[in-house]
């Protein structure tokens, strides 16, 4: 799809077979963690800290009854869709073993302009964003296939105890949810980067 950055790998659709699953690398120069995933913007999306990017079943539910339209699975770009599982209640650095793989819960996903042109809805992204269900951005631990049915295990909960969409939260609209970050190792380094100059006040 034509995105203001020129192209975008946004549109994603449901494969029935394995997919190669790896850690592409830094940001701006790995793209996705899925063979085959195209990702345009490298130098805001990609890299090992968005390998992969996961959204709930129910939450696409919940946005088809309030949009009125159906969502497939993919519609909001995500490489996995999930069920069953409470994704932005997940922890983060939490980790999930799928079939082989091994994924880890690093981060929400902020909502761009791409995603808004994408959907095509009116004030699309304050309209994302007071509704708090982000989805998660995963690393990938162990590399191996993703097939469409596996079971998805939640092990290694980190004690600190601060989940998707509080991150969110802090990283968006609460500000004064912040402090919670910093003893979050587990967050990307470009967050953890963030976090710290808007604490310090730079």
């Keep these: 799809m034509a995105a203001k950055s020129g192209t975008s790998?946004?549109?994603?659709?449901p494969v029935a077979g394995p997919v190669p699953v790896r850690a592409p690398g830094p940001k701006?120069?790995?793209?996705?963690?899925?063979?085959?995933?195209?990702?345009s913007d490298t130098a805001n999306h990609g890299g090992?800290?968005?390998?992969?990017?996961?959204?709930?079943?129910?939450?696409?539910?919940?946005?088809?009854?309030?949009?009125?339209?159906?969502?497939?699975n993919g519609s909001f770009g995500e490489n996995l869709t999930t069920g069953g599982l409470a994704v932005n209640r997940a922890?983060?650095?939490?980790?999930?073993?799928?079939?082989?793989?091994?994924?880890?819960?690093?981060?929400?996903?902020?909502?761009?302009?791409?995603?808004?042109?994408?959907?095509?809805?009116?004030?699309?992204v304050p309209r994302f964003t007071r509704a708090r269900v982000p989805g998660a951005y995963l690393r990938v631990l162990v590399p191996g296939d993703l097939v469409a049915g596996a079971r998805i295990e939640v092990h290694d909960v980190p004690a600190h105890g601060v989940t998707v969409a509080t991150a969110f939260a802090a990283l968006?609209?609460?500000?004064?949810?912040?402090?919670l970050l910093r003893d979050v190792p587990e967050l990307p380094r470009e967050d953890a980067g963030a976090v710290a100059r808007r604490l310090d006040g730079r």
Excluded: M, N
């Excluded at 790998?9 to 659709?13: F, M, N, P, Q, T």
């Excluded at 968006?172 to 402090?179: A, I, R």
């Design 172 to 179: 968006t609209t609460e500000p004064q949810l912040l402090p």
């Design 9 to 13: 790998g946004i549109d994603k659709r």
């Design 91 to 124: 922890v983060i650095g939490e980790r999930w073993a799928v079939g082989d793989v091994v994924l880890q819960v690093s981060c929400p996903r902020i909502p761009c302009v791409t995603f808004a042109v994408w959907l095509g809805e009116r004030r699309w």
């Design 48 to 72: 090992d800290d968005q390998a992969v990017y996961a959204y709930a079943r129910e939450d696409l539910d919940a946005w088809e009854a309030e949009l009125g339209r159906p969502l497939g």
């Design 28 to 39: 701006g120069e790995g793209g996705s963690g899925l063979l085959g995933d195209h990702i």
